[in-house]
């Protein structure tokens, strides 16, 4: 079954940096967009990041823009998100999730949706 | 708007039917995917297009849409449906293309 895996999450401190790894199987990962989403303690999901099947197009959130890159491996069926100037608010674990592309139906309404997700990994900032 | 819109907690007795609802202008023109979230867990999806559940959901949840307000309901709420939900949706506005309601914490009593 399709299954992503997440690893890297630890303790930091503010400005520092960090790199998350997600290592997907069970799918064609070379055709998949993929997502990184977070949770800080006790709220709620907030979407980071989306990189497309092929590496050309990339979204960040503005939260985390011009500090986190999102980047993949094909060949290694890994999913990566470089984390820098990290913040107290970067706090939370971090998911990695399976877009499985757009659809449309007869109306013209569209939608998408995430899955799999990972089981979470998670980062803290704190001196 | 770029934001979903949930109410932060519903209550619901057992075997009893609860709707949960989540708006957004986005909602206007995409559906809104439902997740489930237990404690200590990873979001499962739940509801996905018009009202699609995936395989392994029972079939007492359902989704619907009108207007701007898309809503989860759950018909003959069980013990193990306590758990957190969000709804997410594409945005039709703002600098990123995905977001998520604030999430409703679903009690059953």
């Known amino acids: 079954q399709e299954q992503l895996v997440e690893s890297g999450g630890r303790v930091v401190q503010p400005g520092g940096s960090l790199r998350l790894s997600c290592a997907a199987s069970?799918?064609?990962?070379?055709?998949?967009?993929m997502h990184w989403v977070r949770q800080a303690p006790g709220k709620g999901l907030d979407w980071v990041t989306f990189?497309?099947?092929?590496?050309?197009?990339?979204y960040y959130a503005d939260s985390v823009q011009g500090r986190f890159t999102v980047s993949r491996d094909n060949s290694k069926n890994t999913l990566f998100l470089q984390m820098k100037s990290l913040r107290l608010e970067d706090t939370a674990v971090y998911y990695c999730a399976k877009d499985q592309g757009e659809y449309f139906d007869s109306s013209g309404y569209s939608y998408n949706w995430f899955a799999p997700w990972g089981q979470g990994t998670l980062v803290t900032v704190s001196s | 708007s770029s934001e979903l819109t949930q109410d932060p907690a519903v209550s619901v007795a057992l075997g009893q039917t609860v709707r949960i609802t989540c708006q957004g202008d986005s909602l206007r023109k995409y559906y809104a995917t439902w997740y489930q979230q237990k404690p200590g867990q990873a979001p499962a999806l739940v509801i996905y297009g018009k009202n699609n559940r995936p395989s392994g959901i029972p079939d007492r949840f359902s989704g619907s849409r009108s207007g701007d307000t898309a809503s989860l309901t759950i018909t003959g709420a069980q013990a193990e449906d306590e758990a957190d939900y969000y709804c997410n949706s594409r945005e039709t506005t703002g600098n990123f293309p995905w977001v998520f309601g604030g999430g409703t914490q679903l009690t059953v009593l």
């Open positions: 990189i497309r099947y092929d590496g050309t197009d990339k």
């Open positions: 069970g799918f064609t990962f070379s055709d998949a967009g």
